[in-house]
């Protein structure tokens, strides 16, 4: 399946041909989406082993709140949006999308935010950050999101990524358009930026399986995998769910013996306040099993991301 986003002044003729039953693509809705993902970081944060970094993660996360409220963008996504819909490719694809200076001006507010409430290490990353030229950082930027890991520290990437995921879900929000599903491939890049999802979240419906989202790690969209296919390599044949607790267990992982990777499932029916980005990094033993059983991650986390 493929999901192409229809430009606004398409919508009208688009509709007349097909009505979605299922929403193929969720674009973020910016209201608390930063504050709410502090908060499960520190409500989670008391009964796990990794609880002080949940914690530096909740100070981030509530900092990007801040800052995206401080920092509106105004942009005129539609000239992008014919282009990228004439080429069937994402509108905010990472590796050709121009990046304007909005998004380092948000990671110095970040920054700004963030200096009074760090310490040690952490603090002196911030401080060189701060002193970085603006062609330094297009580096850090540019590394990360061609997914050269190794060019940058992994304790500089959470910092980088934050900005550049406010920037990116500030106009995945501002999009003006439909999606509709096609017949293709690439379900496991967001549609959207053509990043790579955190997790898959199981929104409560009227299914009783519920409704599979991917949920992007940079624009914060969510797209439907319909359930029953490998998300990384569309195989169907050796799929496995494990889970650390039992069989109604709200984090659960989906492995695939074709292209050994696997990929957590957040059920929303178990706990209505999962959170994608939290309740991933707050169950990072069951990525430690999944590990031992020679599978690997085929996503990424915005405050795990590998590094030097």
Same mark, same amino acid.
């Given at each position: 399946?493929t999901?192409? &986003?229809?430009?606004?002044?398409?919508?009208?003729?688009?509709?007349?041909?097909?009505?979605?039953t299922?929403?193929?693509?969720?674009?973020?809705?910016?209201k608390?989406?930063?504050?709410?993902?502090?908060?499960?970081?520190? $409500?989670?944060?008391? !009964?796990?082993?990794?609880?002080?970094?949940?914690?530096?993660?909740?100070?981030?996360?509530?900092? $990007?709140?801040?800052?995206?409220y401080?920092?509106?963008?105004?942009?005129?996504?539609?000239?992008?949006?014919?282009?990228?819909?004439?080429?069937? !490719?994402?509108?905010?694809?990472?590796?050709?999308f121009?990046?304007?200076?909005?998004?380092?001006?948000?990671?110095?507010?970040?920054?700004?935010? *963030?200096?009074?409430?760090?310490?040690? $290490?952490?603090?002196?990353?911030?401080?060189?950050?701060?002193?970085?030229?603006?062609?330094?950082?297009?580096? *850090?930027?540019?590394?990360?999101?061609?997914?050269?890991?190794?060019? +940058?520290?992994?304790d500089?990437?959470?910092?980088?990524?934050?900005?550049?995921?406010?920037?990116?879900? $500030?106009?995945?929000?501002? &999009?003006?358009?439909?999606?509709?599903?096609?017949?293709?491939?690439?379900?496991?890049?967001?549609?959207?930026?053509?990043?790579?999802?955190?997790?898959?979240?199981?929104?409560?419906?009227?299914?009783?399986?519920?409704?599979?989202?991917?949920?992007?790690?940079?624009?914060?969209?969510?797209?439907?995998?319909?359930?029953?296919?490998?998300?990384?390599?569309?195989?169907?044949?050796?799929?496995?769910?494990?889970?650390?607790?039992?069989?109604?267990?709200? +984090?659960?992982?989906?492995?695939?013996?074709?292209?050994?990777t696997?990929?957590?499932?957040?059920?929303?029916?178990?706990?209505?306040?999962?959170?994608?980005?939290?309740?991933?990094?707050?169950?990072?033993?069951?990525?430690?099993?999944?590990?031992?059983?020679?599978?690997?991650?085929?996503?990424?986390?915005p405050?795990?991301?590998?590094?030097?």
């Amino acid at each position: 399946m493929t999901i192409r &986003i229809i430009p606004q002044e398409q919508r009208e003729t688009s509709d007349k041909q097909a009505v979605e039953t299922i929403p193929p693509l969720l674009f973020p809705r910016l209201k608390n989406i930063y504050s709410r993902r502090a908060a499960r970081l520190r $409500q989670l944060a008391p !009964k796990n082993p990794l609880g002080d970094y949940l914690r530096f993660a909740a100070v981030i996360a509530q900092a $990007q709140d801040i800052v995206l409220y401080d920092h509106p963008l105004r942009i005129d996504l539609r000239p992008r949006l014919a282009e990228s819909a004439a080429q069937g !490719k994402p509108p905010l694809d990472i590796h050709t999308f121009p990046r304007s200076a909005h998004w380092q001006r948000l990671l110095h507010s970040l920054i700004a935010e *963030l200096k009074p409430e760090m310490s040690g $290490q952490a603090l002196a990353v911030l401080e060189n950050l701060e002193k970085a030229s603006s062609s330094e950082l297009e580096n *850090l930027a540019q590394a990360l999101l061609a997914g050269d890991f190794a060019k +940058v520290s992994s304790d500089t990437s959470p910092f980088i990524w934050a900005a550049l995921s406010i920037y990116w879900a $500030q106009m995945a929000a501002l &999009i003006p358009g439909n999606a509709r599903a096609e017949s293709g491939e690439h379900r496991q890049f967001c549609p959207v930026c053509a990043s790579v999802p955190v997790t898959g979240v199981l929104h409560m419906d009227a299914d009783p399986h519920g409704l599979r989202y991917l949920h992007c790690n940079l624009c914060e969209s969510e797209w439907y995998v319909a359930p029953g296919k490998c998300t990384n390599c569309e195989q169907t044949r050796d799929l496995h769910s494990w889970s650390l607790d039992n069989a109604h267990a709200t +984090v659960k992982t989906e492995s695939c013996g074709d292209c050994g990777t696997y990929l957590k499932l957040l059920c929303q029916e178990h706990d209505p306040a999962v959170e994608p980005v939290a309740d991933d990094l707050a169950s990072l033993v069951l990525d430690a099993r999944m590990e031992q059983e020679g599978f690997a991650r085929s996503s990424i986390n915005p405050f795990m991301f590998p590094g030097e």
